[in-house]
Protein backbone atom coordinates (compact mmCIF):
# COMPACT_ATOMS: atom_id res chain seq x y z
CA UNK A 1 0.00 0.00 0.00
CA UNK A 2 2.79 2.44 0.54
CA UNK A 3 4.39 1.94 -2.31
CA UNK A 4 1.47 2.02 -4.54
CA UNK A 5 0.62 5.14 -2.57
CA UNK A 6 4.22 6.93 -3.20
CA UNK A 7 3.54 5.59 -6.96
CA UNK A 8 0.74 7.88 -7.08
CA UNK A 9 1.54 10.79 -5.32
CA UNK A 10 4.66 11.03 -7.79
CA UNK A 11 2.33 10.50 -10.50
CA UNK A 12 0.29 13.17 -9.41
CA UNK A 13 3.41 15.39 -8.51
CA UNK A 14 4.89 14.63 -12.48
CA UNK A 15 1.44 15.99 -13.94
CA UNK A 16 1.16 18.44 -12.26
CA UNK A 17 4.75 19.51 -12.84
CA UNK A 18 4.20 18.72 -16.86
CA UNK A 19 0.91 20.79 -16.74
CA UNK A 20 2.59 23.48 -14.67
CA UNK A 21 5.61 23.46 -17.54
CA UNK A 22 3.03 23.17 -20.29
CA UNK A 23 0.59 26.05 -19.35
CA UNK A 24 3.91 28.22 -18.89
CA UNK A 25 5.05 27.50 -21.99
CA UNK A 26 1.49 28.19 -23.34
CA UNK A 27 1.56 31.29 -22.01
CA UNK A 28 4.90 32.08 -22.78
CA UNK A 29 4.03 31.38 -26.76
CA UNK A 30 0.65 33.22 -26.48
CA UNK A 31 2.03 36.35 -25.03
CA UNK A 32 5.51 36.57 -25.87
CA UNK A 33 6.65 39.96 -26.29
CA UNK A 34 8.54 40.20 -29.73
CA UNK A 35 6.79 42.32 -32.08
CA UNK A 36 7.30 42.55 -35.54
CA UNK A 37 9.86 43.87 -38.10
CA UNK A 38 9.42 46.16 -40.66
CA UNK A 39 11.69 46.77 -43.29
CA UNK A 40 11.37 48.88 -46.33
CA UNK A 41 13.52 49.26 -49.74
CA UNK A 42 13.55 51.69 -52.74
CA UNK A 43 11.60 54.50 -50.77
CA UNK A 44 13.82 57.51 -51.63
CA UNK A 45 14.10 61.12 -49.15
CA UNK A 46 12.66 62.63 -51.87
CA UNK A 47 9.35 62.55 -53.44
CA UNK A 48 7.97 64.36 -56.88
CA UNK A 49 5.31 62.10 -57.74
CA UNK A 50 3.90 58.84 -57.53
CA UNK A 51 6.71 56.06 -56.03
CA UNK A 52 6.14 51.91 -55.76
CA UNK A 53 8.62 50.62 -52.69
CA UNK A 54 9.05 47.36 -51.32
CA UNK A 55 7.81 46.56 -47.91
CA UNK A 56 8.73 43.69 -45.98
CA UNK A 57 6.83 42.59 -42.91
CA UNK A 58 7.30 39.59 -40.45
CA UNK A 59 6.71 37.85 -37.56
CA UNK A 60 8.32 34.52 -36.26
CA UNK A 61 5.99 33.48 -33.60
CA UNK A 62 2.09 34.17 -33.20
CA UNK A 63 2.05 35.94 -36.79
CA UNK A 64 0.90 39.03 -38.25
CA UNK A 65 -2.34 40.63 -37.24
CA UNK A 66 -2.46 43.97 -38.52
CA UNK A 67 -0.67 46.11 -41.32
CA UNK A 68 -1.45 49.80 -41.70
CA UNK A 69 0.32 52.87 -43.60
CA UNK A 70 -0.59 56.30 -42.85
CA UNK A 71 1.31 59.49 -43.98
CA UNK A 72 1.02 62.75 -41.67
CA UNK A 73 1.80 66.50 -42.97
CA UNK A 74 0.82 68.38 -40.16
CA UNK A 75 -2.78 68.54 -38.69
CA UNK A 76 -3.59 66.30 -42.16
CA UNK A 77 -3.59 62.71 -41.61
CA UNK A 78 -4.18 59.82 -44.58
CA UNK A 79 -4.43 55.90 -43.99
CA UNK A 80 -3.40 54.71 -47.64
CA UNK A 81 -2.52 51.13 -46.71
CA UNK A 82 -4.87 48.56 -44.22
CA UNK A 83 -4.56 45.01 -44.46
CA UNK A 84 -5.35 42.16 -41.65
CA UNK A 85 -4.52 39.03 -41.67
CA UNK A 86 -6.22 35.83 -40.40
CA UNK A 87 -4.41 33.48 -37.67
CA UNK A 88 -2.40 31.00 -38.93
CA UNK A 89 -1.29 29.17 -36.05
CA UNK A 90 1.89 28.41 -34.23
CA UNK A 91 3.42 26.13 -36.73
CA UNK A 92 2.68 27.83 -40.00
CA UNK A 93 5.69 29.39 -41.26
CA UNK A 94 4.25 30.25 -44.60
CA UNK A 95 0.93 32.07 -44.15
CA UNK A 96 1.12 35.78 -42.04
CA UNK A 97 4.35 35.07 -40.65
CA UNK A 98 6.03 36.98 -43.54
CA UNK A 99 4.37 39.54 -45.99
CA UNK A 100 6.49 41.14 -49.00
CA UNK A 101 4.74 43.19 -51.40
CA UNK A 102 4.78 46.56 -53.43
CA UNK A 103 3.26 49.14 -51.99
CA UNK A 104 2.23 52.96 -54.04
CA UNK A 105 3.11 56.04 -52.43
CA UNK A 106 0.88 58.64 -54.37
CA UNK A 107 1.24 61.78 -51.57
CA UNK A 108 0.06 64.94 -54.39
CA UNK A 109 -3.03 62.39 -55.09
CA UNK A 110 -3.93 62.20 -51.30
CA UNK A 111 -4.00 65.90 -51.54
CA UNK A 112 -0.72 66.46 -49.54
CA UNK A 113 1.69 69.37 -50.84
CA UNK A 114 5.34 70.17 -51.15
CA UNK A 115 7.01 70.45 -47.87
CA UNK A 116 8.06 68.04 -44.80
CA UNK A 117 5.94 64.35 -44.68
CA UNK A 118 6.01 61.84 -42.27
CA UNK A 119 5.83 57.89 -43.26
CA UNK A 120 4.35 55.69 -40.50
CA UNK A 121 3.92 51.97 -40.94
CA UNK A 122 2.14 49.87 -38.00
CA UNK A 123 2.38 46.26 -37.42
CA UNK A 124 0.89 44.24 -34.90
CA UNK A 125 1.06 40.75 -34.38
CA UNK A 126 -1.24 38.06 -32.60
CA UNK A 127 0.38 37.65 -29.40
CA UNK A 128 -2.10 38.47 -26.48
CA UNK A 129 -0.25 41.08 -24.99
CA UNK A 130 -1.33 44.57 -24.24
CA UNK A 131 -5.09 43.33 -23.72
CA UNK A 132 -5.00 41.00 -26.26
CA UNK A 133 -4.06 43.85 -29.29
CA UNK A 134 -0.76 42.14 -30.03
CA UNK A 135 2.98 43.61 -29.93
CA UNK A 136 2.74 46.68 -32.11
CA UNK A 137 5.92 47.70 -34.52
CA UNK A 138 6.08 51.29 -36.13
CA UNK A 139 8.60 52.55 -38.74
CA UNK A 140 8.66 55.96 -39.28
CA UNK A 141 10.41 57.34 -41.72
CA UNK A 142 10.13 61.62 -42.69
CA UNK A 143 10.17 62.37 -46.15
CA UNK A 144 10.13 65.75 -48.99
CA UNK A 145 7.56 66.43 -51.25
CA UNK A 146 9.23 68.53 -54.08
CA UNK A 147 7.23 69.31 -57.26
CA UNK A 148 9.33 72.06 -58.20
CA UNK A 149 11.62 71.92 -61.53
CA UNK A 150 15.10 72.39 -61.29
CA UNK A 151 15.95 75.87 -62.37
CA UNK A 152 18.56 76.57 -65.40
CA UNK A 153 20.32 80.14 -65.86
CA UNK A 154 22.61 80.01 -68.93
CA UNK A 155 25.55 81.81 -68.33
CA UNK A 156 27.91 82.27 -71.09
CA UNK A 157 26.12 84.29 -74.24
CA UNK A 158 28.94 83.61 -77.05
CA UNK A 159 28.98 80.24 -77.65
CA UNK A 160 30.35 79.95 -80.79
CA UNK A 161 31.92 75.94 -82.38
CA UNK A 162 33.15 74.74 -85.29
CA UNK A 163 32.29 70.88 -86.85
CA UNK A 164 35.12 69.04 -85.06
CA UNK A 165 35.92 71.91 -82.51
CA UNK A 166 35.00 72.49 -78.86
CA UNK A 167 34.00 75.00 -76.63
CA UNK A 168 32.95 75.78 -72.98
CA UNK A 169 29.26 76.45 -71.65
CA UNK A 170 28.42 78.02 -68.60
CA UNK A 171 25.42 78.12 -66.25
CA UNK A 172 23.26 78.09 -62.67
CA UNK A 173 21.23 75.85 -61.79
CA UNK A 174 19.26 75.18 -58.16
CA UNK A 175 21.33 74.81 -55.49
CA UNK A 176 19.13 71.58 -54.93
CA UNK A 177 20.09 69.48 -58.46
CA UNK A 178 21.97 66.48 -58.12
CA UNK A 179 22.52 65.52 -62.03
CA UNK A 180 23.05 68.36 -65.09
CA UNK A 181 24.79 68.71 -67.97
CA UNK A 182 24.31 69.22 -71.94
CA UNK A 183 22.96 66.95 -74.28
CA UNK A 184 24.28 67.16 -78.06
CA UNK A 185 22.05 64.55 -79.89
CA UNK A 186 22.80 61.59 -78.35
CA UNK A 187 25.96 62.51 -76.83
CA UNK A 188 26.02 63.45 -72.91
CA UNK A 189 28.49 66.28 -71.84
CA UNK A 190 28.60 66.51 -67.80
CA UNK A 191 28.91 69.52 -65.87
CA UNK A 192 31.12 70.52 -62.82
CA UNK A 193 30.18 72.55 -59.64
CA UNK A 194 32.57 75.52 -59.52
CA UNK A 195 31.04 77.64 -56.91
CA UNK A 196 27.87 78.82 -55.71
CA UNK A 197 26.62 82.27 -56.49
CA UNK A 198 24.24 82.31 -54.00
CA UNK A 199 22.53 80.59 -51.43
CA UNK A 200 19.65 79.00 -54.14
CA UNK A 201 22.33 78.82 -57.20
CA UNK A 202 25.41 76.58 -58.20
CA UNK A 203 27.54 77.57 -61.16
CA UNK A 204 28.55 74.79 -63.25
CA UNK A 205 31.12 74.59 -66.29
CA UNK A 206 30.83 72.16 -69.44
CA UNK A 207 32.95 71.43 -71.92
CA UNK A 208 31.21 70.46 -75.13
CA UNK A 209 33.34 68.58 -78.15
CA UNK A 210 31.16 68.86 -81.65
CA UNK A 211 31.97 65.52 -83.37
CA UNK A 212 33.57 65.67 -86.59
CA UNK A 213 30.86 63.70 -88.19
CA UNK A 214 27.94 65.32 -86.40
CA UNK A 215 24.35 65.44 -87.84
CA UNK A 216 22.47 68.61 -88.66
CA UNK A 217 20.20 69.74 -87.24
CA UNK A 218 21.43 69.28 -83.93
CA UNK A 219 19.32 69.33 -80.67
CA UNK A 220 21.56 71.45 -77.88
CA UNK A 221 20.46 72.13 -74.12
CA UNK A 222 21.33 71.99 -70.61
CA UNK A 223 19.35 69.24 -68.68
CA UNK A 224 19.54 69.20 -64.84
CA UNK A 225 17.24 66.30 -62.22
CA UNK A 226 17.14 67.63 -58.57
CA UNK A 227 16.83 65.24 -55.64
CA UNK A 228 13.40 64.34 -55.72
CA UNK A 229 13.62 62.94 -59.96
CA UNK A 230 12.28 66.76 -60.67
CA UNK A 231 13.89 66.98 -64.38
CA UNK A 232 14.31 70.64 -66.54
CA UNK A 233 15.51 71.45 -69.45
CA UNK A 234 17.29 74.68 -71.16
CA UNK A 235 17.95 76.11 -74.24
CA UNK A 236 20.92 78.93 -75.12
CA UNK A 237 22.08 81.03 -78.19
CA UNK A 238 24.79 78.90 -79.82
CA UNK A 239 26.11 78.68 -83.36
CA UNK A 240 28.11 75.84 -85.05
CA UNK A 241 29.98 76.12 -87.93
CA UNK A 242 30.22 73.54 -90.55
CA UNK A 243 33.40 73.04 -92.22
CA UNK A 244 34.53 70.39 -94.75
CA UNK A 245 38.06 68.24 -94.03
CA UNK A 246 40.97 67.62 -96.49
CA UNK A 247 41.51 64.35 -98.60
CA UNK A 248 44.64 63.08 -98.50
CA UNK A 249 46.00 60.06 -100.33
CA UNK A 250 47.72 57.40 -98.43
CA UNK A 251 50.04 54.96 -100.42
CA UNK A 252 50.54 51.73 -98.60
CA UNK A 253 53.93 49.47 -100.08
CA UNK A 254 55.30 46.27 -99.36
CA UNK A 255 58.76 48.21 -97.71
CA UNK A 256 56.18 50.05 -95.80
CA UNK A 257 54.18 46.96 -94.21
CA UNK A 258 57.63 44.88 -93.69
CA UNK A 259 58.18 47.84 -91.83
CA UNK A 260 55.18 48.15 -89.05
CA UNK A 261 53.77 44.94 -88.85
CA UNK A 262 56.54 43.64 -87.02
CA UNK A 263 55.08 45.80 -84.42
CA UNK A 264 52.03 43.64 -84.62
CA UNK A 265 53.09 40.52 -84.32
CA UNK A 266 51.96 39.58 -80.51
CA UNK A 267 48.08 40.16 -82.47
CA UNK A 268 46.03 36.91 -83.81
CA UNK A 269 45.78 36.82 -87.50
CA UNK A 270 44.34 34.21 -90.05
CA UNK A 271 47.06 31.43 -90.83
CA UNK A 272 48.79 32.72 -94.72
CA UNK A 273 47.36 35.94 -94.01
CA UNK A 274 49.39 38.34 -96.35
CA UNK A 275 50.84 41.70 -95.05
CA UNK A 276 48.09 43.74 -96.28
CA UNK A 277 45.31 41.59 -95.42
CA UNK A 278 47.24 42.16 -91.71
CA UNK A 279 47.21 45.75 -92.27
CA UNK A 280 43.45 46.03 -93.11
CA UNK A 281 42.73 44.57 -89.98
CA UNK A 282 44.82 45.98 -87.92
CA UNK A 283 43.57 49.66 -89.79
CA UNK A 284 39.96 48.52 -89.46
CA UNK A 285 39.30 46.37 -86.53
CA UNK A 286 41.91 47.11 -84.24
CA UNK A 287 41.73 51.13 -84.79
CA UNK A 288 37.96 50.90 -83.66
CA UNK A 289 39.02 48.46 -80.38
CA UNK A 290 41.83 51.14 -80.14
CA UNK A 291 39.11 53.93 -79.96
CA UNK A 292 36.80 52.12 -77.69
CA UNK A 293 39.38 51.86 -75.07
CA UNK A 294 40.52 55.68 -75.24
CA UNK A 295 36.64 56.27 -75.00
CA UNK A 296 36.40 54.06 -71.61
CA UNK A 297 39.88 55.21 -70.11
CA UNK A 298 38.34 59.11 -70.62
CA UNK A 299 35.14 58.35 -69.21
CA UNK A 300 36.38 58.73 -65.71
CA UNK A 301 37.75 62.88 -64.86
CA UNK A 302 38.91 64.99 -62.16
CA UNK A 303 36.00 66.96 -60.91
CA UNK A 304 38.53 69.81 -60.90
CA UNK A 305 40.73 71.38 -63.76
CA UNK A 306 44.02 70.70 -63.63
CA UNK A 307 45.51 72.52 -66.67
CA UNK A 308 45.94 76.48 -67.04
CA UNK A 309 47.25 78.91 -69.85
CA UNK A 310 48.48 78.25 -73.05
CA UNK A 311 49.02 74.63 -74.41
CA UNK A 312 52.28 74.17 -75.77
CA UNK A 313 53.44 72.19 -79.03
CA UNK A 314 56.27 69.87 -79.62
CA UNK A 315 59.09 71.78 -80.05
CA UNK A 316 60.40 72.90 -83.08
CA UNK A 317 58.35 70.66 -84.67
CA UNK A 318 55.64 70.74 -87.95
CA UNK A 319 52.58 70.11 -88.69
CA UNK A 320 52.77 66.91 -91.23
CA UNK A 321 48.57 65.60 -90.95
CA UNK A 322 45.73 67.98 -89.34
CA UNK A 323 42.58 66.41 -87.33
CA UNK A 324 39.75 65.49 -89.75
CA UNK A 325 42.08 64.75 -92.54
CA UNK A 326 40.06 62.04 -94.74
CA UNK A 327 42.68 58.80 -95.89
CA UNK A 328 42.21 57.17 -98.64
CA UNK A 329 44.52 54.08 -98.79
CA UNK A 330 45.72 52.83 -102.00
CA UNK A 331 47.89 49.66 -102.50
CA UNK A 332 48.69 48.93 -106.08
CA UNK A 333 47.04 51.25 -107.31
CA UNK A 334 43.59 50.52 -105.92
CA UNK A 335 42.02 52.18 -103.15
CA UNK A 336 41.64 49.67 -100.57
CA UNK A 337 40.51 51.28 -97.07
CA UNK A 338 39.06 55.09 -95.90
CA UNK A 339 39.83 56.35 -92.43
CA UNK A 340 39.47 59.14 -90.36
CA UNK A 341 42.73 61.10 -88.74
CA UNK A 342 41.43 62.09 -85.40
CA UNK A 343 44.48 63.80 -84.02
CA UNK A 344 47.09 65.97 -85.54
CA UNK A 345 50.83 64.54 -86.57
CA UNK A 346 53.76 67.18 -85.37
CA UNK A 347 57.29 65.55 -86.92
CA UNK A 348 61.07 67.42 -85.37
CA UNK A 349 64.07 65.11 -84.98
CA UNK A 350 64.10 61.90 -84.29
CA UNK A 351 63.47 60.95 -80.99
CA UNK A 352 62.78 64.45 -79.53
CA UNK A 353 61.88 65.05 -76.04
CA UNK A 354 57.98 65.15 -75.77
CA UNK A 355 56.27 67.14 -72.85
CA UNK A 356 53.43 67.04 -71.65
CA UNK A 357 51.08 69.66 -73.26
CA UNK A 358 49.65 71.34 -70.26
CA UNK A 359 49.19 70.23 -66.47
CA UNK A 360 47.34 67.25 -65.28
CA UNK A 361 47.55 63.36 -64.28
CA UNK A 362 48.78 60.49 -66.18
CA UNK A 363 46.15 57.80 -66.77
CA UNK A 364 47.41 55.34 -69.16
CA UNK A 365 50.63 54.39 -70.67
CA UNK A 366 51.61 51.45 -72.65
CA UNK A 367 51.04 50.18 -76.28
CA UNK A 368 47.64 51.45 -77.88
CA UNK A 369 47.80 49.51 -81.19
CA UNK A 370 47.54 51.78 -83.94
CA UNK A 371 48.96 55.04 -82.10
CA UNK A 372 51.78 52.45 -80.67
CA UNK A 373 53.30 53.58 -77.01
CA UNK A 374 50.87 56.07 -76.18
CA UNK A 375 50.86 58.10 -73.07
CA UNK A 376 47.36 60.03 -72.16
CA UNK A 377 46.41 62.56 -69.67
CA UNK A 378 43.67 63.91 -67.78
CA UNK A 379 43.20 67.97 -67.27
CA UNK A 380 40.49 68.08 -65.82
CA UNK A 381 36.99 68.45 -66.25
CA UNK A 382 36.69 65.44 -69.04
CA UNK A 383 39.78 67.48 -71.06
CA UNK A 384 42.64 64.79 -71.94
CA UNK A 385 45.38 64.68 -74.21
CA UNK A 386 47.14 61.56 -76.37
CA UNK A 387 50.50 61.40 -77.35
CA UNK A 388 51.19 58.51 -79.72
CA UNK A 389 53.84 56.54 -81.58
CA UNK A 390 56.66 57.57 -78.94
CA UNK A 391 59.97 55.61 -78.85
CA UNK A 392 60.04 56.10 -74.67
CA UNK A 393 57.87 56.97 -71.81
CA UNK A 394 59.17 58.38 -68.96
CA UNK A 395 56.21 58.75 -66.79
CA UNK A 396 53.86 56.45 -64.86
CA UNK A 397 50.46 55.98 -64.52
CA UNK A 398 48.73 57.64 -61.65
CA UNK A 399 51.58 60.55 -61.85
CA UNK A 400 50.93 64.80 -61.60
CA UNK A 401 53.22 65.95 -64.44
CA UNK A 402 53.37 69.80 -65.15
CA UNK A 403 53.26 71.68 -68.11
CA UNK A 404 56.48 71.15 -69.85
CA UNK A 405 57.67 67.92 -68.01
CA UNK A 406 59.21 65.28 -70.22
CA UNK A 407 56.73 62.50 -70.63
CA UNK A 408 59.07 60.57 -73.95
CA UNK A 409 60.65 60.34 -76.91
CA UNK A 410 58.72 61.04 -80.37
CA UNK A 411 59.41 57.76 -82.45
CA UNK A 412 57.34 55.43 -84.93
CA UNK A 413 56.05 52.70 -83.09
CA UNK A 414 52.38 51.78 -84.02
CA UNK A 415 51.18 52.41 -86.98
CA UNK A 416 53.71 55.52 -88.25
CA UNK A 417 55.73 55.40 -91.58
CA UNK A 418 58.41 57.92 -90.04
CA UNK A 419 59.36 59.97 -86.65
CA UNK A 420 56.48 61.88 -85.44
CA UNK A 421 54.27 62.66 -82.54
CA UNK A 422 50.37 62.33 -82.65
CA UNK A 423 49.28 64.41 -80.78
CA UNK A 424 45.15 63.99 -80.04
CA UNK A 425 42.64 66.18 -77.52
CA UNK A 426 39.81 64.51 -76.06
CA UNK A 427 36.67 66.28 -74.79
CA UNK A 428 34.53 63.70 -72.39
CA UNK A 429 35.41 60.81 -75.03
CA UNK A 430 35.30 62.45 -78.24
CA UNK A 431 38.51 63.72 -80.16
CA UNK A 432 38.69 67.35 -81.38
CA UNK A 433 40.90 69.38 -83.19
CA UNK A 434 43.99 69.90 -81.19
CA UNK A 435 45.14 72.88 -83.14
CA UNK A 436 42.07 75.11 -81.27
CA UNK A 437 43.42 74.66 -78.12
CA UNK A 438 47.32 74.82 -79.04
CA UNK A 439 46.10 78.13 -80.42
CA UNK A 440 46.12 81.05 -77.64
CA UNK A 441 43.55 83.63 -79.31
CA UNK A 442 41.16 81.08 -79.56
CA UNK A 443 41.84 79.34 -76.19
CA UNK A 444 41.19 83.26 -74.84
CA UNK A 445 38.22 84.39 -76.87
CA UNK A 446 36.79 80.74 -76.31
CA UNK A 447 37.55 79.42 -72.78
CA UNK A 448 39.77 81.66 -70.45
CA UNK A 449 37.15 84.54 -71.06
CA UNK A 450 34.38 82.48 -69.64
CA UNK A 451 36.38 81.41 -66.63
CA UNK A 452 37.60 84.83 -65.92
CA UNK A 453 33.73 85.97 -65.60
CA UNK A 454 32.84 83.21 -63.17
CA UNK A 455 35.56 81.80 -61.38
CA UNK A 456 38.12 84.63 -60.84
CA UNK A 457 40.27 82.80 -63.22
Known amino acids: MWKTGSYKNSFVISLISILVILSAYLVWMFFEKEAPCI ?15 VLFVSDRKMGIRRIKIELIQGKKKKIFFDKSFSYSGLLNRKGTHRYTNQVLLNPLKLGFSDGDITLKIYAWDYSKRNSFKGNLQLLTKKLKIDTIHPQIVPLSRLNYFSVGGSGLITYEVSEDTVSTGIYLNKFFFPAYPIGTSSKRFKRYVCYIGIPYDIKFPVDFYIWAEDRAGNKAIARFYYRIKKRSFRKRSIIITDSFLKKVLPFFSHLAFPENARDIDKFLKINREFRKKNN ?23 RNSKCT ?99 HLHFSILVNGIFVNPEEWLDYHWLRNNIIRKLKRIEGY
Open 292 to 314: RLIKELTSKTSHKRLWKGAWIYL
Open 321 to 419: ARFGDHRAYFYKGKCIDHQVHLGIDLASVANASVSASNSGRVIYTGIMGIYGLTVIIDHGQGIFSLYGHLSRIDVKKGQEVKKGDIIGLTGQTGLAGGD
Open 39 to 53: KVKGLPLYLSSSKRF
